[in-house]
Structures are given as structure tokens and as C-alpha cells.
């Protein structure tokens, strides 16, 4: 039985006033949940104080991006120890946002996502296709490519530490979603590539999650099918009400 994830991707949202004010909030509207792993993702700066208001509670930190080095001369880069020590235990690598403007390539995750893995972190791996390549038809071909490209050279020995996020760039901040079926059957070509890249019991274990404007409204929907195994959230997961009904998926 695999352990939903629920995670909170906050972008480039919430000074260190707000996020603590956010936290408390959910806090109180999630205590005593115990069958869902919730994630919070703030920006770098508020990571320290969140993990402080954080004490007592179930809920993790995550950070939204390391540097594949720990140390050096890297202006602007954060280190996976430099989050552990901050008190992360997870970190999203590849998001869609990074490849777009920030100029990630898949050579450039699968650096990252060995430097996070090595650094005891859970990562949440991103892939998504543009609206242009699933109009085209090339859906499964760009995602085969960035998880066999991505995760290139990468032993998984526990799968729970590495967590798959299918998110469809067209559907990041547009309001749209897959439909249930959709991202059914995009989850189910991401298990069954898993098996060949690793074995049936890895890939059985592992975590895939869907992301694209998840809304209290429609994660039910998603969550009752069988590949899909929690989400990864932005817009909603900026007021605690919103985040807190996704957790509380039925």
C-alpha cells in the first residue's frame, strides 16, 4: 500500500511573517492526519523559521531546488546538506518552471537528483509535457525521455525516497487539469516504464503524483485512480482552508 503525498509547492510566494502565519493555520486544520505524508515547500529564506513553526507536527519541509555540488565557489546555489541542515527532508527537482526559465535540462536534473538522493533528501522529480508536444502526439515520447534521461545511473534501493510528479506544463497555473482518465493513463505509462527501468516491486512502491491546478474540487477525482498517488499543489496550497481540504481528500 502506497502512502499518499500531499505537496504544497509555494513558488515565489510568502515573506517569513506570512509562511509562519500560513503554518499555524494548517497546522491546526491537519492535526491528527496520519495516513497522508504532507509537504510544505516554501521559498529558501523562510526555510529555517518554517521548520521552527513547525515543531510538534507531522508536516515536512521541503525546499524547491539544490545545486548538485555541496560546496563552492556557486554564487546563488544551495547545497543538499546545506537543506538538511536547515531542516529539509525533501527537495522538488525539475520542475517545469526551471527548465522553462531558469534553463534546466534533463543532464542538469539527473545531476541534481543524484546530489539530492546522496544527500538523504526525498525527492519529488518533476516531469511534465507542453501543450505543443501532447498536441503533437509526443506525450509518452518527452516523458519516457526525461524520466530515462533523468534518472540515468540512479539506483533506487528505498522507493519511498524518490517520488515521481507527473505535472502537464499546460495545466501549471491555467486553471486546467487532465481529465481523471488522462492523467490515469499518463500515470500508469510512468509505472509501467518504472518496471522496466527497475523491477515491478520497485516500481509498485513508488510514489507518482499529479500536479497541474489541483483544486479541493477535483482531487477526489484523481485520487481514486489507481496510479495516482497524491499530488503536488501551487495556487491552493497558499490558504491553509484550500491545502487542508486537499489533504483531507475523501
Not at 515573506?15 to 521559498?43: R, Y
Not at 515543531?55 to 565557489?73: K, M, N, T, V
Not at 522507493?159 to 500508469?188: D, F
Request: aromatic letters at 6%; a negative charge.
Amino acid at each position: 500500500m502506497r502512502k499518499p503525498v500531499i505537496a504544497g509547492n509555494w513558488k515565489l510566494f510568502k515573506t517569513t511573517g506570512e509562511a509562519v502565519e500560513l503554518i499555524h493555520s494548517l497546522v491546526s486544520l491537519v492535526n491528527g492526519i496520519t495516513d497522508v505524508e504532507i509537504v510544505i515547500a516554501p521559498v529558501f529564506t523562510v526555510l529555517g523559521t518554517a521548520k521552527a513553526a513547525l515543531a510538534g507536527s507531522a508536516i515536512q519541509l521541503a525546499a524547491q531546488d539544490c545545486f548538485w555540488e555541496q560546496e563552492g565557489a556557486y554564487t546563488g546555489e544551495i547545497s543538499p546538506k546545506m537543506l538538511t541542515d536547515v531542516g529539509c527532508s525533501h527537495v522538488i527537482i525539475g520542475h517545469s518552471e526551471r527548465r522553462q526559465f531558469f534553463g534546466e535540462t534533463d543532464e542538469t536534473v539527473n545531476k541534481k537528483l543524484k546530489a539530492a538522493l546522496a544527500g538523504n533528501l526525498t525527492t519529488i522529480f518533476c516531469i511534465g509535457e507542453t501543450l505543443a508536444e501532447r498536441e503533437s502526439e509526443n506525450t509518452f515520447e518527452v516523458l519516457e525521455r526525461q524520466i530515462t534521461e533523468g534518472l540515468a545511473g540512479i539506483k533506487v534501493t528505498d522507493p519511498h525516497r524518490l517520488i515521481i510528479a507527473y505535472e502537464p506544463v499546460w495545466a501549471i497555473g491555467t486553471g486546467k487539469t487532465a481529465s481523471e482518465n488522462q492523467a490515469q493513463e499518463v500515470h500508469a505509462f510512468i509505472r509501467n516504464l518504472l518496471t522496466k527501468l527497475y523491477d515491478k516491486s520497485i516500481a509498485e512502491k513508488m510514489r507518482i503524483l499529479y500536479g497541474g491546478s489541483v483544486k479541493p474540487d477535483n482531487i477526489n477525482g484523481l485520487m481514486s485512480q489507481p496510479d495516482i498517488d497524491g499530488a503536488l499543489v501551487g495556487g491552493a496550497s497558499l490558504k491553509a482552508d484550500s491545502f487542508a481540504s486537499i489533504v483531507r481528500f475523501a
